[in-house]
C-alpha cells in the first residue's frame, strides 16, 4: 500500500463503530487489539487522522499500554487536528496528576510532544510540577519537555526561570536527570555559547563521571571542554580521573576522553604532550582493530590528525604492521591505511612498507592499485632518506607492463625525478618509454609521457619518432593538456636534436595556429612561434629554464597542533576543515531559505498597486510621510539584483561550474502563452541573461543553459526547460560561490518572472 494513502471508508468505519462499541468500551482487552490496528496502520503510512476524536475518548482508561498507544496516536496527528486537540488535555492533565508516575511522565511527554501553541497554557503548570516531582522518570521527561516548550514558547521559559532551575537540578540525585539538564541548557543557551560549566560543575561532574550510562559519559566529557582550568595542577587531576575513560567499550566514551586529555595538555611541555599522546594511541589502535569497517575508517582519520601533530609524528612508527591491509577490508578503509602508512614510514621499516605498498601496486582494484603508486611517490618526495628503495620499486613497475599501473608509475614519476638525490634513475625510466606508449590512454599519463621525452629525450634514440607519430595524430586529440605539453616538448627537444625535429615543430606550430579551436591552446603556439622568430638562444634560455635539478629544502610536515585538536571527534576529520566549513555554510543557506521567501512575499505586498477607491490617508504626513517611503524603496533595493552586460563565459567554465555546484534554487510557473521560446530567449539576454546552449524550438520540451553576473561577481547558472502544453516553465539556478546569496536569488527569480510572464 502506497506510502501516507488515505484508509479506505469501509476499514475507517469499522474501527470507528468498534471503538463505539459498549461491549468493546468495557473489554479493555478488545479495545487494546482495536489500537494497535490502528496504529500498525498509522506507522505503515495510512491516514487515521479521521478518529482522532474516537482515540481521545479511549485514552480515559487504567490500561498503561492502550494509554501509551493512544498517546503515540495524538502526537502524531495532533498536528493536523490542533482544535480537536483540546479536547484531549482534561484527560492529559488528569493523567498528569495520577498516582502512578509512568503514567504523570507519559502524560506530561505526551503534551510536550503535541507542541501546539494553544495548548501551552495548559501544559505549564503540569511541566512546573514534573520539575518538582519525586519520581526521577517524571523528572527526566519533563526537563526535555522544557526544551520541546523552548521552540515554541520562549518566553515562559524565561518568565519561569526555567534556566535557574535546571542549573539547580544539576545536583539532582537521579544521573539521567543531570545530563538530560546538561543538554537541555546546552540547547536553550546555544545563542549565548550553550551551558556555562564553572569549577564547582566541573569537579562536581567529574564525581560524577562514572555513574553516568554510556551515552552520559560522552556528553559530560563533551561539555567538560567548555571548563578552563586554572593551574597546571588542576589540569592533571582531571586528567587522572578522565584518564580511566580511555579503556571504555563505547567508542563515543573513548573518543570524548581523548580529545579532553589533548586539549588540557595543549599548553604544557613537550615530555607531558608525547605521553598523553602514548596514552591515547592505545585506545585508537583498539578502534583500528574493530570489527566494524564505519569505526575502522573513523580511527584512521583520526590517528592521521595525530601524525600531523608535531609530538606524535613518529608515534605510530612502530605499529606499522598495524595498517597492513586485511584480505576483508573495504575499499576505503584500505584506501587511509596505505595514507597513514606513507606517514609512518622511517629508516627502520621502510623495506616492510615498500614491500607491503608493492603487494597493492597490483591490486585487482585499479583505484588501490594507483593510491598503492602514489604513496610510493608520496615517501620518495617527503622521505628523502627512503627515497632509494622506492624508486627502485616504481621504475621497477614499468616492466610489468600493465597499461593501469604504467601510467599510473608515469604520472607519479613525472616529478620526482627533478630532485638532485633522484637523477641516477633518469636513464633506467628513459629507457622505458618507448615500451610504456601502446600502454598510456588517458590524459594524464600522456602529459606525463610527452613532458618526460622532452625533459630528457635528449639521451634517447626514439624520442623525436613518438613525438613524431603523436604530433601525426594530433587531430584525434580530445584533451588540450596534451597538446600543450606536446608544444613544451617538441621545443625543448628542437633545441638538443633540431635536424630531427625542425619539420615536426613546424607541423605542429602550423596546425595549433591555423586550424586549433582552442584559444589556450593557438595563443600557445603563437607564443612559441614568435620566441622561435627572434633570438634562438635567448628563447632557449626561456623554455628550458626549468630543466636544472631541483635542490633538497627543508621541510615541516606538521600542521598547527590547536587547529587539529579543535577538529578532533568532529566530521571535520572526515570532511576537512575547508569542505565541512562549506557544508556548514550550505546547511545555514537551506536553513535561512523560508526566511527569506517569507521577506520575499513582503516585498511583493509591499508593491502591489492601491485597490480601486483606496485613496490612502486623508490628512497628508508631510515629513513623515515621506521618510517612511524611502525607508520602503531602500528595503526593496537591497534585495535587487544588478547584472553585468559585458560578462562572458566559456563553455568548459559553464560545465565545470555546473557539474561542482549544488543546486541553489528551483522554482516552476507559466509564463505567458503568446511568448515563442524565441522570443523568451531574446528577452533573457536583453535583460543581462545571456545564452550558453539551447536545444531547437521545435523540441518538446525546449531546454535552454543561461549565464549572468552581477557586480558583486557572483555567476549564476540557469538551466530552463519549458513544455509546450501549458506553457510551463521549471527554471534551475546554481552559483559560482558559497557565501549566501538568496536576496540576490530571489530577485533573480522575480526578475525572471517579469520577463517571462509579459
Known sequence: MAYFSSGSVSDIQELRSQLQNPAVQSDSAQCQVIVRRIVVLMTQGIDMSELFTDMIKASATQDIVQKKLIYLYMSTYAKTNPDLSLL?????????????PMVRGLALRTMCSLRLANLVEYTERPLLDGLQDKSAYVRRTAVIGCAKLWHIAPTFIIENGIVDQLYAMLRDKDVIVIVNCLSVLDEILHKDGGVVINKNIAYYLLNRLYDFPDWGQANVLHLLLKYKVETENEAYDIMNIVDGCLKHSNSGVSSNAIKLLLVLSKDMNNDIQMEVCKRVKGTLLNM?????????????????LLIHMKQAAKLFSSNYKKFYCRYNDVSYVKVMKIECLTLICNEENIKDIVNELSAHCTDVSVDIARKSIQALGDIVRNKPDCSTLCMERLVGLLDLQLDYVTSQVLVTIQGLLLFERNQSFINPVITQLPNCVSLVHDSDSKSALIWLLGHYGQTLSDSPYILEDLIDNIEEEYSNTVKLCLIVATTKLFFTRPAECQDMLGKLLEYCIEIETSVEV????????????QDLNQTKEIICSSQSAIPEMDRDDCNDTEENIEHFNSLAVLFGSAKWKEMQARQKQQIDTENYKRNEIQIVETNKPPVEGQTGHLVSLGDEEEEVT?????????MEIELKEDFTMTPAHFEEIWTKMNISDNWEFNASTSLQRQTMEEKLNSSYIKTMATSPYENEPWRAFFYAQDTRLIAYLLEVVVHQQD??????????????????????????HSVLSK
Do not use: F
Open 88 to 100: 484531549a488535555v482534561n484527560t492529559l492533565c488528569k493523567d498528569c496528576s495520577d498516582a502512578n
Open 288 to 304: 583500528l582493530s574493530s570489527g566494524s569497517s564505519e569505526l575502522c575508517y573513523t580511527s584512521l582519520h583520526h590517528i592521521r
Open 522 to 533: 593557438r595563443e600557445r603556439a603563437m607564443l612559441y612561434y614568435r620566441l622561435l622568430s
Open 630 to 638: 524611502q525607508d520602503d524603496e531602500k528595503s526593496v533595493v537591497a
Open 727 to 752: 506553457n510551463r516553465v521549471a527554471i534551475t539556478v546554481k552559483v559560482d560561490t558559497i557565501q549566501d546569496t538568496q536576496p540576490q536569488l530571489i530577485s533573480l527569480r522575480s526578475l525572471c
